[in-house]
């Protein structure tokens, strides 16, 4: 099929890629730590205004290949929060949040991955956060692949959700320090091995 035609078809929803991780080369891939990044944004105080914090240890694996073999799995320490306010930051890490020191990482096992031809679809999966082990759909955008400084080749992809905190046991100031709400992102850069 010639680009354009696969294209139109694409935006009909009419083809599936043949890789579920669109155009990335088929293989295994390491998240890259130092240009991935995981994300939340809560309502604070009831929801009148946005406020938003990030996670700076992550890590995982990803497989692309045919639909049935594509694979995600995202760790996240829950230790490295950063809101750029120390106080704030120890705060979440407490038992009133995070709870870092007994629940130290959270992690997302995916179950499915679907991507049409243009890159864009969702990856379902166990959300394990706080204790809390959740199914959980995340839409899912392939940004592109490409060589790194090294020669070797890139891919990146941002997975974006909602859930409810108290979902997975944190209601520590529900809808008075923070909504129960809380929109998720996750930004991936991955080196295929």
Not at 58 to 82: M, N, R
Not at 136 to 142: G, S
Not at 157 to 181: H, N
């Amino acid at each position: 099929m010639n680009k354009t035609l696969i294209r139109s078809l694409a935006a009909a929803g009419l083809i599936l890629s043949s890789a579920a991780f669109a155009n990335a080369p088929a293989g295994n891939y390491k998240i890259d730590a130092a240009h991935s990044v995981a994300y939340f944004e809560v309502g604070h105080m009831s929801g009148i205004s946005r406020f938003m914090g990030r996670f700076n240890d992550i890590s995982g694996d990803l497989v692309v290949g045919a639909p049935d073999a594509s694979k995600i799995k995202v760790d996240i320490k829950t230790d490295s929060v950063d809101t750029k306010h120390d106080g704030l930051d120890k705060h979440l890490k407490s038992p009133d949040f995070f709870n870092a020191v007994q629940f130290p990482t959270m992690n997302f096992t995916s179950t499915g991955v679907n991507l049409n031809a243009t890159g864009e679809g969702t990856v379902t999966g166990n959300l394990n956060l706080h204790g809390v082990t959740k199914p959980v759909t995340f839409k899912l955008k392939y940004i592109g692949t490409g060589p790194g400084m090294k020669g070797e080749t890139r891919a990146g992809y941002v997975a974006t959700s909602t859930i409810k905190r108290s979902d997975f046991g944190m209601t520590y100031g529900l809808g008075k320090a923070a909504t129960d709400e809380v929109e998720l992102r996750i930004n991936i850069e991955a080196v295929k091995q």
